[in-house]
């Protein structure tokens, strides 16, 4: 996990450390009672400010995601993982949203656009067709 954290992005890194335990949880790789690297250990694996993964983990704790345990660590909360799916579910049907409103405006067919998100969906790494796309503006 937390291999996708990416620190030369354009989203804050703590966002990212966020939203990978959000997927985590949504998806079943982080279960209920399941503990969390410490800040430390995070901090040093990804290269970045304790005071990074320390936000991230404070940002999970409101959320209700998450429980500290002082002295013991950060560990997973029982149910939330319900929450997680509907949640991601949301963001991406916005996301969604948009991009088909994007193809659409650029002419691209339902067809086209399904087998883009196929193509995309079948793919591991790097977009399929990155190298025909212009750097964005």
């Known amino acids: 996990m937390f291999e996708s954290i990416n ?35 995070l901090s040093e694996n990804l290269e970045v400010n304790p005071n990074t993964v320390a936000k991230a983990y404070r940002d999970l704790e409101v959320m209700g995601l998450v429980y500290t345990r002082r002295g013991m660590g950060v560990y997973i909360n029982k149910g939330v993982q319900a929450q997680c799916r509907k949640d991601c579910q949301a963001r991406l049907a916005q996301r969604a ?15 086209e656009f399904s ?10 790494g790097s977009c399929p067709s990155r190298k025909s796309v212009p750097p964005e503006v």
């Not at 087998?115 to 591991?124: H, R, S, V, Y």
């Open 97 to 111: 949203f948009e991009i088909s409103q994007e193809a659409k405006s650029s002419g691209m067919s339902k067809k």
């Open 115 to 124: 087998d883009l998100i196929a193509k995309c969906w079948a793919q591991e």
């Open 7 to 41: 620190i030369y992005s354009s989203v804050a890194v703590y966002v990212q450390i966020e939203n990978e335990v959000r997927f985590a949880i949504a998806s079943g790789r982080l279960k209920a009672s399941d503990q969390l690297l410490s800040v430390r250990e």
